[in-house]
């Protein structure tokens, strides 16, 4: 199975860009590359997902390597309530291989 | 629209006892998923369903039971808690979507055995 790998912490400002990689190089051509995250005392939120074009939502941009080894979640403009667990994870449309790692633990200083 | 309900938020079992915890989604969504979350770990499948009246294992199902009555409930079942089941569960659910589906969490869970 396709994992990803994550760093485990990352820190911030707020209002600066956030930039979460992901690696993930064993990806298969058919996997979506899938972020959510988990605020402190709640069950995961879908953030956005992508497959081989970059995306943009209102939430935030993500970008594809053109390999597609590795991916990274921008947040453009971070706030005290973008603090959480990011969890990068690819979905190949097999339910039962939706593997959710330990993600990286962003923390935003005032 | 609540989206998905779990119920109850909080429960301490003694070793041995049994509980069901529910799952409830207004989405009309066909998969349903349980996950288990401990302490610096991520999210484990534990068993999951693709349409009403299937099951199937994910992960972690060792200790664990569920049912898919109706398409918006899905039910575990710890027949005989153990210690090793304290953790934190989350339910999920989604449209079916070939790699594009966007799983909607309840807020969890908190379990503990004692």
């Known amino acids: 199975d396709a994992k990803t790998t994550q760093p485990n912490s990352m820190e911030s400002n707020e209002e600066e860009p956030v930039h979460l990689p992901c690696n993930h190089s064993t990806i298969s051509g058919t996997d979506y590359i899938h972020w959510y995250r988990q605020l402190p005392s709640q069950g995961p939120e879908y953030v956005i997902h992508?497959?081989?074009s970059n995306v943009n939502n209102r939430m935030a941009s993500l970008a594809i390597a053109e390999d597609r080894k590795s991916s990274t979640l921008i947040l453009h403009r971070a706030t005290l309530r973008d603090a959480a667990v990011y969890y990068c994870i690819l979905n190949g449309g097999a339910t039962n291989k939706l593997i959710f790692g330990t993600g990286t633990l962003l923390a935003v200083q005032p | 629209n609540a989206g998905v309900t779990q119920t109850p938020k909080f429960r301490v079992l003694k070793t041995g006892q049994s509980m069901t915890l529910l799952c409830a989604q207004d989405m009309n969504h066909e998969y349903m998923y349980w996950y288990r979350q401990d302490p610096g770990m991520g999210l484990r499948l534990i068993h999951y369903s693709v349409g009403e009246g299937t099951t199937a294992k994910g992960e972690v199902p060792d200790g664990y039971n569920v049912s898919r009555l109706k398409k918006q409930n899905f039910l575990l079942g710890l027949e005989s808690a153990a210690p090793s089941q304290t953790s934190v569960y989350f339910c999920?659910?989604?449209?079916?979507?070939?790699?594009?589906?966007?799983?909607?969490f309840g807020s969890g869970t908190q379990l503990s055995v004692l």
């Open positions: 992508g497959l081989t």
């Open positions: 999920a659910s989604s449209y079916p979507d070939r790699g594009h589906e966007k799983l909607f």
